[in-house]
């Protein structure tokens, strides 16, 4: 019995590739603030000068702003604790991802990418609470994981809880 899984393996491998990328675009956007502006703006640039399907700037604005508010987040002040840094960095970078999945399970019609967008949801909320619990700071409340987000759901109705809504094939 192999110690670790194909997948599992393979999940980790992906999630060191996308860490070590976002820390170093975040590291360059704390150099120079102004990079912030162009990475926010490139979605829009494209939106505006591409042959995309209209009915796609709906998601698009909301991966967009999901990925403004991460990499602002991400740009932090060094406390000169590198393990403090660390987590005031990848919580942002973690919920963007959290964010991202569920634009697509707003928007989304590939049930193979909806199901991996469900388990980004779960994963991320998980890592953001065991890096939180290794430097002994309060976990958020919880918040029951999406089997679907409907649009009629959005951010700021009111009805965030989504547990009751079963998944449909599309």
């Known amino acids: 019995m192999a110690l670790f899984s194909r997948a599992f393996i393979r999940k ?3 999630s060191l590739a996308t860490t070590m990328t976002v820390s170093a675009s975040s590291f360059a956007v704390a150099q120079n603030p102004a990079t ?3 990475v926010a703006g490139t979605v ?3 939106m505006a000068g591409s042959q995309a399907d209209p009915s796609e700037a709906p998601f698009l604005l909301e991966n ?3 990925m403004t508010k991460m990499m602002r987040d991400m740009s932090i002040k060094a406390s000169g604790d590198v393990d403090h840094d660390f987590v005031e960095m990848m919580v942002p970078h973690h919920q963007g991802a959290i964010d991202m999945a569920r634009a697509v399970l707003r928007h989304g019609h590939n049930e193979q990418l909806r199901r991996l967008a469900q388990e980004i949801i779960v994963t991320q909320q998980q890592e953001i609470a065991a890096m939180r619990l290794a430097l002994g700071q309060p976990l958020p409340d919880p918040v029951a994981s999406p089997t679907e987000v409907q649009p009629a759901m959005q951010p700021g109705n009111g009805d965030t809880d989504v ?3 079963p ?3 599309k």
Do not use: K, P
Request: hydrophobic share 45%; proline share 0%.
């Open 12 to 14: 980790r491998v992906i």
């Open 36 to 38: 912030l502006h162009h």
């Open 44 to 46: 829009r640039m494209q």
């Open 64 to 66: 967009d702003a999901a």
């Open 163 to 165: 547990s009751h809504h």
């Open 167 to 169: 998944m449909t094939m």
